[in-house]
């Protein structure tokens, strides 16, 4: 990508803009042009008030053009300056939903938000700020430097003296300034992520005690700001008022030669005071160009922080011709299914099985072993690294992704509601769903007594991340959204982990009977919700061990037993000589 491609649908206005600015610096030579005309015409020689009512008149249609040009360049640049800034947000924002999710995990949400929010804003301020300024100034200061030269050539040669002082600066402070200011940014930055991360995470630093730590932190972190911008300032400072003092002796200079050219009869003073004017005019846009260097490394690093994310490649390749799916059946089959994540060791080895559609599977094992993995390469969140799973048959690379994920519903582990009511969260992303389907999908969650319970029912908000339900609470509501679609194969990861055990038997007898039937994968380490599962795959160190029924699992695999054993372990239940609870 490139800001040629983003900045060309609007060369019209971008036309307009320059030719406007080119206009405007015209008409601005106007003002000390009149008022040498008023001092040697009028003030001086003849006091001629027509020629003075003539200026002045002049000079006023010359202020309406101008205000009327500066309106509408601004309103232009403004808009157009939004137009881009949307058209890039738009772009990154649809690049980082195409983009792979182990690679959206290694770059942090706060990044990517940056990324979309104040990098785009600064390339904004730059491209419709500083840069056009700069164009601005360009122009002013070579038409100045013409009309300066037509009133007095030797004049404008002393001006041009003072000239080595802005390389001075562009040279020598601006580089230095904008270290400073950049070290001033990052201790900023860090302060304001830490601030970020301990709002977020205040239980924890209430539960440990950790408020003092905390704000002895804070202030530590403010000193360092306050230290950092104060030697910003005074570097800013001092080379603003060096050079506000540097030019002001030039302009002493110009006097002297320019009062001796008056008195020698070589120049009107009408000219002179033109020449003062004009010089007037010419050190703002001076300094303007001279500045301009460091706003543009600032949008530069910030465009290129943009270009970072927008040429990630990372993407799941889509099928170029995918299958249509029509009703799915449900049948699954993982095929030698190996994965790593990016530079992980591998997570799955050559993993196979076979679910027959109305199925339901359970998938146990250690943690980390590898289960939530799985899960995701079922819904396609990624791609196998090698071997394949297939859907009805079909590769799952070669299906419709989008019809694909539609007729599977799931309940992730660490699944996660939107800061809106219980209603939108169980119906997400379907829309004209009616309200009678989300109070089934509820019941059958078990949900809805405690959503009617609610101040709203399911009106309420649920707050960030669904902070103000419990943590079964929220899996009930994971598991309505889920339910709600009424999905061919329904994938359960800890789905109930947090639901007490009366309840969690209550759900799963509920969607059992609820809708067609359907291929169930469960996830749990809890063996209540295992049981029930027609065939238990068995996993250990991310290969596949066994699989099979309870009771036969229970006699022929010692992991499994041993997996059994571990939970019930203390736990006071009575178990029989099978192992089986009594
Ligand atoms: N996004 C990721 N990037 C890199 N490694 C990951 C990522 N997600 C998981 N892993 C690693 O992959 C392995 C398997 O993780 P997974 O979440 O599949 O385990 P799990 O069996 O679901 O565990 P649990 O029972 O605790 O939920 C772990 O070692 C984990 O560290
Ligand atoms: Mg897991």
Request: charged share 20%; hydrophobic share 50%.
């Amino acid at each position: 990508m490139s800001l040629l491609s983003l900045v060309k649908p609007h060369r019209r206005g971008i036309f307009f803009i320059l030719f406007s600015i080119f206009l405007s610096n015209v008409l601005a030579l106007f003002l000390p042009w009149g008022i040498k005309i008023i001092v040697d015409g009028v003030l001086v020689r003849s006091g001629d008030a027509l020629l003075l009512r003539k200026v002045l008149c002049v000079l006023l249609a010359v202020l309406v053009v101008r205000t009327l040009l500066s309106f509408l360049q601004k309103y232009i640049s403004s808009m157009v300056g939004e137009k881009i800034v949307a058209d890039l947000r738009g772009r990154l924002y649809a690049h980082v939903h195409g983009l792979a999710l182990v690679r959206i995990r290694q770059i942090s949400p706060s990044q990517i938000l940056t990324r979309i929010t104040s990098d785009v804003d600064s390339v904004r301020r730059f491209v419709f700020g500083d840069a056009l300024d700069f164009i601005y100034a360009v122009f002013a200061v070579g038409l100045i430097l013409v009309v300066l030269g037509c009133i007095n050539g030797r004049m404008m040669m002393w001006t041009l003296l003072t000239l080595p002082l802005f390389v001075v600066i562009y040279f020598g402070g601006i580089p230095r300034l904008k270290r400073c200011y950049g070290r001033w940014r990052d201790v900023h930055g860090r302060l304001t992520s830490r601030v970020n991360e301990v709002l977020g995470g205040m239980m924890t630093v209430r539960a440990f005690g950790g408020e003092v730590y905390e704000r002895k932190m804070f202030e530590a972190g403010q000193k360092d700001v306050v230290q950092a911008a104060g030697q910003a300032h005074a570097l800013n400072t001092a080379l603003w008022t060096g050079a506000e003092f540097f030019t002001s002796m030039g302009v002493l200079g110009v006097l002297w030669v320019g009062s001796a050219d008056v008195m020698a009869g070589r120049m009107t003073p009408g000219a002179l005071v033109a020449f003062y004017s004009y010089l007037g005019m010419l050190f703002a846009p001076l300094m303007r160009m001279v500045v301009i260097n460091s706003s543009y490394q600032e949008a530069n690093a910030a465009f290129e922080r943009i270009a970072d994310v927008l040429n990630i490649d990372d993407k799941l390749k889509l099928s170029a011709a995918p299958v249509a799916l029509g009703d799915l059946k449900g049948e699954v089959v993982f095929e030698d299914v190996s994965f790593r994540y990016l530079t992980q060791q591998r997570v799955l080895e050559k993993v196979s099985f076979k679910v027959m559609p109305g199925e339901t599977v359970a998938v146990v094992g250690p943690s980390g072993v590898g289960k939530s993995t799985l899960v995701g390469l079922l819904l396609r969140l990624f791609d196998v690294e090698e071997g394949r799973i297939l859907i009805d048959g079909h590769d799952l690379r070669e299906l419709d992704l989008d019809a694909y994920r539609r007729r599977v519903s799931v309940v992730l582990q660490d699944d996660f509601l939107f800061q809106d009511t219980v209603a939108a969260n169980i119906g997400y992303a379907l829309e004209g769903l009616s309200f009678d389907k989300i109070v089934a999908a509820a019941r059958v969650a078990q949900a809805h007594d405690f959503i009617m319970a609610l101040s709203d029912g399911y009106d309420t908000k649920v707050g960030e991340r669904g902070v103000l339900l419990s943590c079964g609470q929220r899996q009930r509501i994971a598991m309505a959204r889920a339910l709600v679609r009424d999905p061919r194969v329904l994938v359960l990861d800890e789905a109930t982990s947090a639901v007490d055990a009366m309840t969690e038997n209550a759900i799963q007898k509920a969607v059992k009977d609820f809708g067609a039937p359907r291929t169930v994968f469960v996830v749990a380490h809890r063996f209540s919700t295992i049981m029930e599962a027609d065939r238990i795959i068995v996993m250990q160190e991310g290969r596949l061990v066994d699989v099979g029924g309870h009771t036969e699992l229970l006699e022929r695999s010692p992991f499994y037993r041993e997996l059994y054993l571990e939970q019930f372990k203390g736990s006071g239940e009575c178990m029989g000589s099978e192992g089986v609870i009594l």
